[in-house]
């Protein structure tokens, strides 16, 4: 007799994306949606804000005099656009009375904004992607090169090669949504400024850089103009760790000249994360950090090439195998730290899925997952206990009392939910009171011997199976 299965892919990767992270709250209708990253990331700028109900209405457009003011306060120019409130514009359509004319105003000064040839503005007009990215593209300075070339082309084109359409996909005369204007901006936070590097005689730019560029031009960049400085370090102390309070940034102590200072781990400067800040996945990772007025964190870039993250696997508890060689990783020749399971650890185990963040060719950091499976034998609901009828590693049963923060996954919610021979496979720390749960079904254990394309010989019985998503 057939018996049905269904095949669960475990979430070896849960270290990166499903630990508990203190975030700003979301707006009421942001919660998972496609932009929600950049809308947070914005609101906690300042750039864009919210209605009164809680919602942001991402699908919603957003007008032209709505637009100029979110450029305004990127270019840190709020302070500036307010004191021209009531002051008339050339425009013919915005009255001084009007609540952006002050935006408008500068806006216009700045040259981010020309208007339409019969002299009006159109602030109530709906923006267009075209006119976004113009008008990004004209914070960072590209406007005096791109203004001589075809429009919306030049400016399009533009965009495309310094990524700041990433993941934006829009009909150029198209009004532009609330959600995408937050991720067009989010990806032109950090692109670095053009900048005049050559003069004529009469004093006029004849030449631009990239800012940052090999004629060592200093980086200039939006977050600049916002009043933040950054500092390049590694993410060592992450809300993915399961004894982090907040995150914290180390940064890599530098000379005057740029030059590496070797520094003591103790008396390294450390920034904490402001609230909001997302460093899911960049633990371990070389970062350049965002810092405020505050001396927080408030944005992390990863600076870390992709080439610098390999994957391994397991020798001994301090050595890992990577590209085919043995890397020591005991922290005194190798790693300066190894993360396992959410914790600061002292070596990985056999079995482990295991990541190395090398600097240069000297591993820096070792992020390992592993878990632990038990079939369940009985649960007590009264002493929030479950007892495995077999067990792997040194774990024989799990308290789960209401200290414990729990994420479930798979076929169980709660405790309520577990029922006797469901398979965990979990990952429990009892010092910081955590655990991940994966609860499989139905589930078969014995020695696998045939794999068909609809079943699979366990013990020597055929089970048909479903196959579990891939992403």
């Not at 600076?303 to 085919?324: N, Q």
Request: glycine share 10%; charged share 20%; proline share 5%.
């Amino acid at each position: 007799m057939s018996k049905k299965i269904l095949a669960v892919a475990l979430a070896a990767a849960m270290i990166l994306g499903l630990a508990s992270v203190a975030f700003a709250a979301s707006f009421s209708d942001t919660v998972g949606h496609e932009r929600e990253a950049a809308i947070k990331q914005l609101a906690g700028l300042g750039l864009l804000n919210g209605y009164p109900d809680g919602t942001f209405r991402p699908e919603n457009p957003i007008t032209r005099a709505e637009f100029a003011k979110v450029m305004v306060y990127a270019l840190g120019l709020k302070d500036a656009a307010e004191m021209l409130a009531g002051v008339p514009v050339s425009f013919t359509d915005v009255e001084p009375n009007h609540w952006a004319v002050g935006y408008i105003s500068i806006a216009a000064s700045q040259e981010l904004v020309k208007g339409y040839p019969d002299g009006t503005f159109g602030p109530q007009n709906n923006v267009t992607y075209a006119e976004v990215i113009t008008m990004i593209l004209r914070a960072l300075g590209y406007g005096p090169v791109l203004d001589k070339q075809p429009w919306p082309m030049a400016y399009l084109t533009k965009a495309t090669e310094l990524k700041i359409n990433k993941g934006v996909n829009f009909v150029s005369n198209a009004p532009a949504t609330r959600g995408d204007v937050a991720a067009l901006i989010a990806n032109a936070l950090t692109t670095p400024k053009l900048v005049p590097v050559e003069y004529g005689a009469d004093g006029q730019p004849t030449r631009y850089a990239e800012s940052g560029s090999k004629e060592e031009l200093p980086l200039k960049t939006l977050l600049h103009n916002l009043g933040a400085e950054f500092i390049t370090g590694w993410l060592e102390d992450s809300p993915e760790l399961w004894s982090n309070k907040g995150g914290i940034v180390i940064e890599e102590p530098r000379d005057k000249d740029g030059a590496l200072l070797v520094q003591a781990p103790d008396t390294s400067k450390k920034y904490e994360l402001a609230e909001g800040t997302e460093v899911a996945g960049l633990l371990g990772h070389k970062v350049r950090a965002w810092v405020n007025e505050d001396g927080e964190v408030f944005f992390l870039e990863d600076i870390t090439p992709a080439s610098a993250v390999k994957s391994a696997s397991y020798l001994e508890p301090t050595k890992v195998k990577v590209d085919g060689k043995g890397v020591p990783i005991d922290g005194a020749n190798g790693a300066k730290k190894i993360f396992r399971n959410y914790v600061v650890a002292n070596s990985v185990k056999s079995g482990d899925t295991i990541t190395v963040i090398f600097s240069g060719n000297t591993p820096k950091y070792v992020v390992a997952v592993g878990y632990d499976w038990g079939v369940v034998g009985s649960v007590n609901l009264t002493y929030s206990r479950v007892s495995f009828k077999a067990k792997s590693g040194e774990v024989g049963a799990l308290i789960l009392d209401d200290n414990y923060e729990v994420v479930w996954d798979g076929a169980a919610n709660s405790l309520d939910d577990v029922e006797e021979n469901d398979v965990f496979d979990f990952i429990y720390d009892s010092t910081n009171k955590k655990a991940i749960i994966i609860v499989t079904r139905d589930s078969v254990i014995g020695k696998f011997t045939k794999l068909t394309g609809s079943a699979a010989t366990i013990d020597g019985v055929d089970y048909s199976y479903k196959n579990a998503p891939t992403s």
